[in-house]
């Protein structure tokens, strides 16, 4: 076996899980295999001279480097590909979602693309097979595309081969900092990206993996929903729970520095009771570590939350998305308001026991009407507290249900918008609805009022005077710093004062300014 191969990780974080896997499978096909991490901020958009030299060196003596790529990676993919491209002779392939959803504007950077999973072409690789019969394998030949299927999907993912956290021939380039070199177990301990708390609201070093790929649902917004159409039999798969838990032992045991672990499945709790039950009573003898994870409104039930809690559950992220019925519809979201408030209810139920439960919730849709907006604000007010709502703009991604329909109501879409990383807290400021989304995360803001704010006549003022949304949104930001402890009552109380006397004497400049720390534009 002759494949020598290095993987670019691009992440925001060094959990980089399809990276991992892929480089356990190139290793237990016999290659010699590297992982190169080059994490940066969500928001990075390109990276120095330096930056490009250093991941050069780093896949050096490697035949053929690969990159996952997502939507919001592919100007950072094509700058590191035109660079080794200009400098080596290595093959640059990509797979990840955009490959799949783009491939002629991906073959203008890469050498090939894997369309599908990437197993089945590594073992191809493997065998020494030219690109013209690997199937799965898209590449240029001359002028034209050859266009190769895809891959063949794995049947059984327990048979699969653990991440690769071995830490052996693990390299990073920090593009932000400049720091670079081996990826030891220290150095990860000491860079990993404390994101996620304990109970005790301690950031904790976490190990990110999932017990199941692909996802069941085909939701209109969602790149799976594209895997989906790709393959025509069932794409979402499960581990066993006895594999999995093979997994997370052999982890913790390897890596003390290991303090949370993060459960990445979008519908982990959807297994059924007897499966969570058993999983939850392993994990509580074998591994005991807090832990998080996500889920959907149709996976929560009582019994399971109460085996999970008690095994170490400390944190539930939970995809609302709209509290609109119209708007759930057009999404493909198989779920009601309903069952949606059922499950939040449920979760209020387990206060003091779990943290405060994150709801992410869409918004910046432009399909929405005012009324539709509306009916999920409303929603929104009835979710028990405390909660905290994260906002996602939605993202028009090539080759998705919404992308189609937005094109097909004739509404223009901007040519970055898929490819714009900062998607997250996507909040429109000149929008009445998208500032009450704010202001429904306050802690002591009454519902009432928001619900008062979103009234039909509060919004047509806002349509008439712009003054109304700076207003909502100055009053947001006064909020927030007084919950925050910014700057105190009587602080704020001063400044007020302060700026009624600037303009009772005139000075009309140094009072806007001022003004602008309560009443921003």
């Not at 053929?64 to 080596?88: E, M, P």
């Amino acid at each position: 076996m002759g494949m020598n191969i290095a993987f670019l990780a691009l992440g925001t974080d060094l959990a980089a899980m399809s990276s991992r896997a892929l480089s356990a499978y190139a290793r237990q096909l016999g290659g010699a295999a590297r992982i190169v991490f080059v994490p940066s901020h969500l928001t990075f958009q390109r990276y120095s001279a330096g930056t490009l030299e250093r991941i050069a060196d780093a896949v050096q003596g490697c035949d053929v480097v690969g990159l996952t790529v997502f939507t919001s990676q592919y100007r950072l993919a094509a700058q590191i590909t035109d660079h080794l491209k200009s400098t080596t002779r290595q093959t640059v392939l990509w797979g990840g979602i955009h490959a799949m959803i783009r491939p002629y504007e991906c073959l203008q950077h890469a050498d090939g693309l894997c369309m599908g999973e990437g197993e089945p072409l590594l073992e191809d690789l493997a065998q020494g097979k030219p690109f013209g019969e690997i199937t799965g394998l898209w590449h240029r030949q001359g002028g034209s595309v050859v266009e190769r299927g895809i891959t063949p999907m794995a049947r059984d993912v327990s048979a699969l081969p653990f991440q690769d956290f071995s830490f052996e021939n693990h390299w990073y380039v920090d593009p932000e900092s400049g720091a670079h070199g081996p990826m030891t177990r220290e150095v990860y301990a000491a860079r990993s990206n404390r994101s996620y708390i304990d109970r005790d609201g301690v950031f904790r070093v976490y190990y990110k993996t999932m017990a199941s790929r692909g996802c069941p649902y085909s939701c209109g917004y969602c790149n799976n929903s594209v895997m989906h159409d790709l393959y025509t039999n069932k794409h979402f798969r499960r581990r066993s729970v006895e594999r999995f838990m093979a997994e997370l032992e052999e982890v913790h045991r390897a890596n003390p520095f290991i303090e949370l672990i993060h459960l990445a499945d979008d519908t982990f709790l959807n297994r059924s009771a007897r499966e969570i039950q058993e999983f939850a009573r392993l994990y509580k003898e074998r591994i005991g570590l807090p832990m998080r994870a996500l889920t959907t409104p149709t996976g929560i039930t009582e019994e399971k939350l109460e085996a999970l809690v008690d095994a170490g559950l400390c944190h539930l992220y939970m995809g609302i998305e709209s509290g609109s019925p119209r708007a759930l519809e057009r999404y493909r979201r198989p779920v009601s308001p309903e069952r949606i408030m059922k499950a939040a209810r449920l979760l209020n139920q387990f206060q003091g026991r779990l943290l405060t439960p994150k709801y992410d919730v869409i918004c910046s849709d432009p399909l929405a009407t005012d009324e539709e907006t509306r009916e999920n604000i409303l929603f929104l007010t009835q979710i028990p507290r405390p909660r905290i709502f994260q906002y996602y703009t939605l993202g028009l991604f090539h080759g998705t249900l919404q992308r189609k329909l937005v094109e097909q109501a004739g509404l223009s879409i901007a040519d970055d918008q898929p490819y714009d990383n900062d998607y997250f807290f996507g909040v429109n400021p000149h929008s009445l609805y998208d500032l009450l989304l704010l202001h429904l995360n306050l802690k002591y803001m009454p519902d009432a009022w928001i619900r008062f704010l979103a009234g039909e006549r509060m919004l047509a003022w806002s349509h008439r005077w712009p003054w109304v949304n700076r207003g909502v949104l100055g009053l947001y930001r006064l909020l927030r710093g007084l919950e925050s402890g910014e700057f105190r009552y009587r602080s704020a109380a001063w400044h007020l004062h302060k700026i009624k006397r600037m303009l009772f004497n005139g000075e009309w400049a140094p009072a806007r300014r001022l003004l602008r720390r309560f009443w921003p534009g």
